[in-house]
């Protein structure tokens, strides 16, 4: 098996041949989850804790479907009530885990290095699902699994990622991964959303959505994180939407068969027109939340077969 790694922690460490083997895996999960038991138990007798000091429904209950399909005891820690708050350390954090004996971690934390941290102090593997601005490797590896099964392919594609880059490590991770596998990535927003030596990742770069749209097989919009915002980083939210906002006047400079992409949660009428988003020949979002299923648990079946090699050496 070509994916030899302890953790998932980001796309960075990554080579095409690791992405391609999670893809690969999460093909035959797109099937599983269409039939009609959805089991497995590749995981029994297995332990995974989700650990998310950020809220985020969309991302939990996905990393939370994707392990009980595979049959781990999925627990769910409720860190905004923890003993985080009452002053604990991450280190103290990590000796009690490990006195749980998980298997699998999934962490959300609002802090770049938080989740390596962690995974520097556990006996188990760990999946970063979010760390403050960094990373959110399943992010992009289901966005990457939804561009191949739209396109047929993943790779010399033109992809543009549209908004708020500065702030999301949604676009970090995708730009790391579909430069890897050979795509041209362009990345369109205003100065204020752009974060300096952008041009330094291999991307180009345009403040215009018209000109940045040009023929592009893809688009993907971020939505703006008002939560990391510290300052006055747009003027209003209805000019931002009449300059950045995807509506058809916009998309028309694409490829006629260009796709509709966006993480979520999406702001309708600030980031995309909520038309385009539920057109189904242009939007792949509810694919995106399907992938997103089919990747964790092809992560989780990799890490976990990684794992049960190491205990067993």
Do not use: W
């Amino acid at each position: 098996m070509s994916f030899r790694h302890r953790h998932l922690l980001g796309i960075e460490p990554l080579a095409p041949t690791d992405i391609s083997a999670i893809l690969d895996r999460a093909e035959t999960y797109v099937d599983l989850s269409r039939s009609d038991s959805k089991h497995s138990d590749l995981l029994a007798g297995m332990t995974q804790i989700n650990m998310f000091f950020e809220n985020s429904t969309r991302t939990q209950a996905s990393f939370e479907l994707a392990g009980k399909r595979l049959g781990a005891d999925v627990m769910n820690m409720a860190m905004q009530a923890s003993s985080i708050k009452k002053g604990e350390t991450l280190i103290d954090t990590a000796l009690t885990l490990n006195a749980m004996q998980p298997d699998l971690l999934v962490v959300r934390h609002p802090n770049s290095g938080a989740v390596d941290l962690l995974a520097q102090k556990v006996h188990c593997a760990v999946l970063n699902a979010g760390d403050g601005r960094h990373e959110h490797p399943t992010q992009a590896l289901l966005d990457a699994l939804t561009i191949r099964r739209a396109k047929g392919r993943l790779h010399r594609l033109s992809i543009a990622i549209c908004g708020d880059i500065a702030h999301s490590r949604v676009a970090r991770s995708n730009i790391l991964a579909l430069t890897k596998m050979e795509n041209r990535v362009r990345l369109i927003g205003p100065p204020t959303l752009l974060p300096a030596g952008i041009g330094e990742f291999g991307v180009e770069v345009f403040h215009d959505m018209h000109e940045g749209l040009e023929d592009v097989d893809v688009v993907m919009m971020l939505r703006l994180q008002r939560e990391r915002m510290d300052g006055g980083f747009i003027p209003s939210e209805r000019e931002y939407y009449h300059r950045y906002g995807l509506d058809a006047d916009k998309l028309s400079r694409a490829k006629s068969d260009a796709i509709v992409m966006h993480p979520g949660p999406m702001n309708r009428g600030v980031e995309i027109d909520g038309t385009l988003a539920d057109d189904i020949n242009r939007s792949v979002i509810q694919d995106q939340v399907e992938m997103g299923v089919a990747v964790r648990m092809a992560a989780m079946d990799l890490l976990a077969h990684n794992l049960r090699e190491r205990r067993a050496a």
